[in-house]
């Protein structure tokens, strides 16, 4: 370990994404093991948030441990990966402390999406919007709008019979609102506009 700090090359310089990406996609891991250890430092994670020594650490980690994007790149090398990201979603959903986030069903809500499951997505998105709207008008619910739009979209360019006219005029609605938020913070614009 030594000879890799020492070195000139700064070869120690890697993310912790990175690192795990390649102990998960070089070594064999059963899924369910994988399955089981990420699931178990997301629930501790979860529980402390309400830590007072930790819990801005806790709750900043936790975020970045839920999302679908992190998700991907994490096992991006492995046949199962889509299988593998449901089964860690699926086994979160029973960690009390994390059914109550709405962003825990955003994330879910965008693996499904990922994997064409549009209707499962589109309850996940409404459970996210629904927990979202009880914490009170100031509260942004700018990523899950924008989600739903995209997978309201999405779901009308796939679907075989007439699409849903009333979703389309809200999913309008919602775009336009979202983008002529000058005051906001836009982290990814036009994600739905494209």
Do not use: C, W
Not at 14 to 26: C, D, G, P, V, Y
Not at 85 to 99: D, E, Q
Not at 103 to 122: K, P, V
Not at 150 to 175: W, Y
Request: charged fraction near 25%.
């Amino acid at each position: 370990m030594s000879g890799i700090m020492a070195d000139k090359r700064h070869l120690y310089q890697f993310t912790s994404t990175e690192l795990a990406n390649f102990i998960l996609n070089n070594f064999d891991f059963d899924f369910s093991y994988i399955v089981d250890v990420y699931t178990e430092i997301v629930r501790q994670t979860a529980y402390s948030a309400n830590d007072p020594r930790s819990g801005f650490d806790a709750t900043q980690n936790l975020k970045e441990l839920m999302k679908f994007r992190f998700l991907t790149r994490l096992f991006s090398g492995r046949d199962e990966s889509s299988e593998t990201i449901l089964a860690v979603y699926h086994r979160l959903s029973n960690v009390p402390r994390i059914r109550g986030n709405d962003q825990f069903y955003l994330q879910y809500a965008m693996a499904n999406m990922d994997i064409g499951e549009l209707d499962r997505a589109d309850g996940f998105i409404e459970t996210a919007l629904g927990l979202a709207n009880k914490k009170g008008v100031g509260y942004l619910k700018r990523q899950i709008l924008d989600q739903r739009v995209r997978l309201r979209f999405q779901k009308s360019a796939v679907s075989k019979k007439r699409f849903a006219r009333s979703e389309i005029f809200e999913s309008i609605t919602d775009l336009t609102t979202l983008l002529n938020e000058k005051d906001e913070f836009v982290v990814h614009p036009l994600n739905s506009a494209t």
